[in-house]
């Protein structure tokens, strides 16, 4: 709840911005708030996954995704989240946030995210994430076929290689459905 009024900006300014294909890379700028930063006066190491968030709100929104994800009851939810630091975002610093979606297998979509300060990578986090539905994992071909009904061609290619593959399957906690005891 502590980005939710950044978020409510920038799903209004997504808007008036123009509309990407899903596939394209969205930017957002923001400045290190007071909210932000940690008392090392930089961009608290948690407070990324936060931020991150606006960066796929902003492509979602913008490629028409978010208004149709809504109408059709999906959510959003992340499985697995990696990231690495290269250099401090400071007090007040203005940065870039770009966000662009790798592909898929299946189980998950996946996005690369990065924090930008005058052309310069600073961060760079993969996400994976699932689209859910009342009745449970909206599945692959769902999701292509809402993307393409919303007038956007789909790469031929939507593999995102074996690296992030193995990634997200040695970071999987077991199933929600499954046992996972607290054994050291």
């Known amino acids: 709840m502590h980005v939710i009024f950044r978020t409510l ?25 007071p909210t932000d930063i940690d008392i090392a006066m930089h961009i608290n190491n948690g407070q990324y996954f936060s931020l991150f968030d606006l960066g ?5 929104a913008r490629a028409g995704l978010w208004r149709r994800m809504r109408e059709l009851g999906w959510s959003p939810v992340v499985q697995a989240e990696q990231i690495t630091f290269r250099k401090s975002v400071t007090f007040l610093t203005r940065f870039e946030i770009h ?10 979509i996946y996005f690369e995210q990065r924090v930008v300060v005058d052309g310069e990578i600073y961060v760079r986090a993969h996400i994976a994430a699932r689209l859910l539905s009342g009745s449970g994992p909206v599945t692959n071909e769902q999701i292509l076929d809402e993307i393409r009904g919303l007038g956007h061609e789909t790469p031929a290619d939507l593999d995102v290689g074996e690296e992030l593959r193995r990634w997200r399957e040695s970071a999987a906690l077991p199933s929600s459905r499954k046992p996972a005891p607290n054994v050291w």
Request: hydrophobic content about 40%.
């Open 99 to 108: 966000t662009r979606m790798l592909g898929m297998d299946e189980k998950s």
């Open 9 to 33: 900006l920038t799903l209004l300014r997504a808007r008036r911005r123009p509309p990407l294909s899903p596939w394209e890379t969205s930017t957002v700028t923001l400045r290190a708030l």
């Open 56 to 60: 796929r709100f902003d492509l979602m």
